[in-house]
């Protein structure tokens, strides 16, 4: 069975989803942990409902960068983690865990990628974004993990319409329930080795 850990900073809806495809018997993986950099998470409260360990961890506890990086990699590493999975995780990653890592660590991004990714462009942004925009789609992008935000491969996305009269909370449910089906299911693909993330 492969292991994966799964960072979230907030509600952790996507991390709900993972969880529930395993439950199902959908997804052959087993969640070593759920760690947040916020300690009222969400995310955290649903890994410790199903039995996950939930850890904390943030630079207030290792403000040294050096050490927050070798700490991390090191938590990683004893826990005998196959694949890294962001999941509305607001933290940049140590370019030496990114290294660490290459190639087995994947995000969800609310956006057909390329476009309205990179810094800045997280949550109800990037919906605020494309409707500014005029774009007649959207949707939502998991990707591989590189050292610059949103830049790695694209590995899987669903379209879906922008509206006349869409507000961007009305867009972004529509997303979201768009990531809930991807993610899972791109996950499985690179877990079965049927797509390489790098």
Known sequence: MKKISVFASGSGSNLQSIIDQIEQGHLAAE??????????????????????????????????????????????????????LLAGYMKLL???????????????????????????????????AVIRAGEKESGASVHAVTENYDEGPVLLQEKVPVLPGDTPEILAKRVLEAEHRIYPRAIGLVLEGKIKAL
């Open 94 to 128: 140590p370019i030496s865990f990114v290294r660490a890592y290459r190639g087995r660590i994947l995000n969800i991004h609310p956006a057909l990628l390329p476009k309205f990714g990179g810094q800045g462009m997280y949550g109800i942004h990037v919906h605020e």
């Open 31 to 84: 969640i070593a942990f759920v760690l947040s950099n916020n300690s009222s998470s969400r995310a955290l409260e649903r890994a410790r409902t199903h039995k996950i360990r939930a850890i904390h961890f943030s630079t207030k506890q290792y403000p040294d960068p050096a050490i927050y990086a070798d700490t991390l990699l090191q938590l990683h590493r004893e826990s005998g983690v196959d694949l890294v």
